[in-house]
T-cell receptor, first 114, second 115 residues
Framework: AQSVTQPDIHITVSEGASLELRCNYS??????LFWYVQSPGQGLQLLLK??????LVQGIKGFEAEFKRSQSSFNLRKPSVHWSDAAEYFC????????????FGKGTLLTVNP | DAGITQSPRHKVTETGTPVTLRCHQT?????MYWYRQDPGHGLRLIHY???????DKGEVSDGYSVSRSKTEDFLLTLESATSSQTSVYFC??????????????FGPGTRLTVL
């Protein structure tokens, strides 16, 4: 069975600083990988996804993530954080050929200081 | 916007009462999913559907049942609500076609409180 670990429950950064959110997954083959963002009281919005090909993927709002098979990781990055990026971020892994079910990490809450 | 609506958006009910949550989609998606979100747990899959009248259990299905009698509606029922089912419930669809294939998009959620 697949699993996802987001080691950081809460991260605080200053506005304008760089950001990296960690995600490690467990899956026996090449997975589908996703990052979603959730603002308070809102639903989940897709930031980016990896299915195959180029291991560095670009998403919305200036985010990018890199798939590293050797490290079973899919870390999310942004070079300069804006106050509006404050939200909770979820990494998810999907298994190919299993009715596309997703397994989510427990989330990382991002606080942005002015 | 994947054309997903959920109803009701908020509900307060009492222990032991039945509750049905509705997920409605307008784009003829075959796959639909119900998740619950709880602090410290992320999202966990309750049930999913891969077609009309075709459903299966997720990792936290105890106490829940689902039905899908037509493509556009996926219903989640709590037969006898318990306080442990207080949660935010999200419906999702799996997209098909083009660059969005195999991607799940989520509805706005239903906040359920069981007293």
């Amino acid at each position: 069975a697949q699993s996802v670990t987001q080691p950081d429950i809460h991260i605080t950064v200053s506005e304008g600083a760089s950001l990296e959110l960690r995600c490690n997954y467990s899956y026996g083959a090449t997975p589908y990988l996703f990052w979603y963002v959730q603002s308070p009281g809102q639903g989940l919005q897709l930031l980016l996804k990896y299915f195959s090909g180029d291991t560095l993927v670009q998403g919305i709002k200036g985010f990018e993530a890199e798939f590293k098979r050797s490290q079973s990781s899919f870390n999310l990055r942004k070079p300069s954080v804006h106050w509006s990026d404050a939200a909770e971020y979820f990494c998810a892994v999907g298994a190919r050929g299993s009715n596309y079910k997703l397994t989510f990490g427990k989330g990382t809450l991002l606080t942005v200081n002015p | 916007d994947a054309g997903i609506t959920q109803s009701p958006r908020h509900k307060v009910t009492e222990t032991g009462t039945p509750v049905t949550l509705r997920c409605h989609q307008t784009e003829n998606h075959r796959y639909m999913y119900w998740y619950r979100q709880d602090p410290g747990h992320g999202l966990r899959l309750i049930h999913y559907s891969y077609g009309v009248k075709d459903t299966d259990k997720g990792e936290v299905s105890d106490g829940y049942s689902v039905s899908r009698s037509k493509t556009e509606d996926f219903l989640l029922t709590l037969e006898s609500a318990t306080s442990s089912q207080t949660s935010v419930y999200f419906c999702a669809i799996k997209s098909i076609g083009g660059g969005d294939t195999d991607t799940q998009y989520f509805g706005p959620g239903t906040r359920l409180t069981v007293l």
